[in-house]
């Protein structure tokens, strides 16, 4: 049976619900609130780039002192290398807080992800201790 006053079927670009927009505008999600417009998914579906995924651990350097690694998951044509990394640390230091700059980046060609797409960062910290041979810091 169709419902022509219920609009159209809309997914949340935030929360993923899915739910009629009964031809309200903007549309609004039931579940989260978030209010789009369908212009403003149409234009971010054209022009989405996809960004490269990173996430940033606390580690221990070479003196035992903690700084932040970044996890950087190359996106294709990205290449890892030292250009790469320093527009990364260049980008970091405009707008982060110099604590939370990476001081080490590692290229990987994916994170490590749960089935629900979260990124696992026991498993980055895990990585970062096999690799140094010295406990994680969390
Ligand atoms: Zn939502």
Request: overall charge positive; proline content about 9%; charged content about 30%.
């Amino acid at each position: 049976m169709i419902k022509p006053d219920l609009g159209t079927k809309r997914v949340c670009p935030s929360c993923a619900a899915r739910f009629y927009d009964l031809q309200k505008r903007p549309i609004e999600c039931p579940k989260c609130a978030f209010s789009f417009e369908p212009e403003m998914l149409l234009k971010q579906r054209r022009t989405r780039v996809p960004e490269p995924v990173k996430a940033v651990v606390a580690e221990a350097d070479d003196k035992g002192a903690t700084i932040a690694a970044a996890y950087i998951a190359l996106r294709p044509g990205n290449k890892a290398g030292d250009a790469l990394a320093n527009e990364i640390k260049e980008h970091a230091a405009k707008s982060l807080p110099r604590f939370k700059r990476p001081q080490r980046i590692h290229f990987m060609e994916a994170l490590p992800r749960t089935a629900t797409g979260k990124v696992q960062r026991f498993k980055l910290r895990q990585m970062s201790m096999e690799n140094r041979g010295q406990a994680p810091i969390s």
